[in-house]
């Protein structure tokens, strides 16, 4: 986004609230990892808060092409590879 003089004090109070809550659902997912039971509801909310956030502030999504390539393709590559 540039830098900092160049943000909008809106701007970077949306960029910490990204961080804050990036860094809340890293803790939830490691205490979930680890064993400990959380509160799923409020995961799901943290992660969508922050990705309303993340979209404010100019997160796009963009379509991927996901398709595995063909056999011929693949064989190709492996031989490259070898």
């Known amino acids: 986004m540039g830098a900092g003089e160049r943000l909008s004090t809106a701007e970077k109070q949306l ?7 990036g860094a809340m659902l890293r803790d939830l997912g490691a205490r979930y990892l680890s064993g400990e039971m959380i509160d799923t ?40 590879a070898a």
């Open 15 to 21: 960029i910490e609230h990204a961080a804050v809550l």
């Open 41 to 80: 509801t409020v995961y799901l909310a943290l992660g969508n808060g922050q990705r309303r956030v993340l979209e404010a502030l100019g997160l796009q999504r963009r379509p991927v092409d996901v398709s595995p390539p063909s056999l011929a393709a693949y064989l190709r590559e492996k031989e490259a």
